[in-house]
T-cell receptor
Framework: DTGVSQNPRHKITKRGQNVTFRCDPISEHNRLYWYRQTLGQGPEFLTYFQNEAQLEKSRLLSDRFSAERPKGSFSTLEIQRTEQGDSAMYLC???????????FGPGTRLTVL | SQQGEEDPQALSIQEGENATMNCSYKTSINNLQWYRQNSGRGLVHLILIRSNEREKHSGRLRVTLDTSKKSSSLLITASRAADTASYFCATVTGANNLFFGTGTRLTVIP
């Protein structure tokens, strides 16, 4: 399968702990996006990479959130000092250069107790 | 805040009937896209319509775009039970990120 993959699929953590999620985009897609989706809502944009450069960050991305894409391939999203309000599905998507269609991974569901 | 807003929030129809969902948005766009999300699964891209297009077809899907009213509609013809899902419109403005609406939950009854 050559789609977008995300790991882990589920993460349960205690409030105050740090968590890290990984996204592997479709090979050769130079753009990578992170979104967050809460129950009953549409996804909300968090941040966007073109190759290894982080070009845009949403105001939703507080100082506790950091994302990297060091070699322009996979990306990680880290949440420090998790809060119960961070509980959500974290979605990753990628797109090819010159196209607007984004391909989404299955998501990582985070539960903060 | 969410860019788009879908209407209705929920729709229930019999298999074989047509389903129409509407989307309104707030600012100028480059393009508008529709996505489907099945329960517990990821988002799947359905169709993209650019700001200079008015109508587009893909299989049983028909999308219209009215930029003067800042609205779009998605028509699914001859619905099937497998079409049961949540449908989201998403807009692209100057940046490349998608702004999603709140979604329409479609239930197709066999």
């Amino acid at each position: 399968d050559t789609g977008v993959s995300q790991n882990p699929r589920h993460k349960i953590t205690k409030r105050g702990q740090n968590v890290t999620f990984r996204c592997d985009p479709i090979s050769e897609h130079n753009r990578l996006y992170w979104y967050r989706q809460t129950l009953g809502q549409g996804p909300e944009f968090l941040t966007y990479f073109q190759n290894e450069a982080q070009l845009e960050k949403s105001r939703l991305l507080s100082d506790r959130f950091s994302a990297e894409r060091p070699k322009g391939s996979f990306s990680t999203l880290e949440i420090q000092r998790t809060e119960q309000g961070d509980s959500a599905m974290y979605l990753c998507a990628s797109s090819a250069k010159g196209t607007d269609t984004q391909y989404f991974g299955p998501g990582t569901r985070l539960t903060v107790l | 805040s969410q860019q788009g807003e879908e209407d209705p929030q929920a729709l229930s129809i019999q298999e074989g009937e047509n389903a129409t969902m509407n989307c309104s948005y707030k600012t100028s766009i480059n393009n508008l896209q529709w996505y489907r999300q099945n329960s517990g699964r990821g988002l799947v891209h359905l169709i993209l319509i650019r700001s200079n297009e008015r109508e587009k077809h893909s299989g049983r899907l028909r999308v219209t775009l009215d930029t003067s009213k800042k609205s779009s509609s998605l028509l699914i013809t001859a619905s099937r039970a497998a079409d049961t899902a949540s449908y989201f419109c998403a807009t692209v403005t100057g940046a490349n990120n998608l702004f999603f609406g709140t979604g329409t939950r479609l239930t197709v009854i066999p």
